[in-house]
């Protein structure tokens, strides 16, 4: 495996950065170009997440698979047999979620693919080759973050997950952010941030301004897969990391 600056230069080089990471003032950060295309069609606000993040299944989900305890690794042992939806019909397993549990950022993608699925690790193959050399880009790797997805189990052909296994899967979710209480959260792709943002605005308009969820600064960036189609929008996401990484250093003690 490359090691940590290979990876960061290999980021920088496909876009035609040669420089180190720009701290405030970055041009290219007002170059949130007009061009951009939004990820994909926009689709319809899901009914994801709560106003509050429970420390119990609500009421509507199924009493099938209870949250028990907010620990991360008790928590994935018990949902790794949920059967709260119909995605656990065909998954091969259940892709909780892979990083430092006390990371002070979180990257939440939509749910997992392909590969996910029969590895049982968020971002993997291409896509998670690609998260790696952006993480790297911002002088981070998977031991400081930690990354999940949305929905724990792969949807059929890919598809978006639905409203309400999105629905089915909060518990999941909301347990799994409580318990790692992260200081800043980047969404990557149009299917994550409208489901965790509730909102049906296009990713091209959402990434130009940060979010709040309960309070945690939430940043919103082109999902890895996305880029690796479009990879002349690698350069925009750049100045979208740029500001990722100074939200970031700003928090941080
Ligand atoms: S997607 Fe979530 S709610 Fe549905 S079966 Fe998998 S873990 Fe359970």
Redesign the pocket.
Known sequence: MPEHADFRALYLSEIGVHTPLPVDGDDSSNNISDEIKPEGAVAAPSPILSESVPTSPSATS?AD?AVDGNRLDDLAVQ?SS???????EQ?TR?V?GIGNPEADIVFIGE?PGREEDLKGEPFVGRAGQLLDRMLAALGMDRSEVYIMNT???RPPNNRD?RPD?VE??S??FDAQLKALSPKIICLLGRVSAQTVLETDQSLSVLRRNWHDYHGIPVQVIYHPAYLLRSPQQKRHVWSDLCELKRRYDALLP
């Open positions: 199924s698979t949902a949920c059967t709260a939806c119909q995605l656990s998954r259940v909780f749910a929905v724990k189990c997950p296994e089915a899967c518990r999941w």
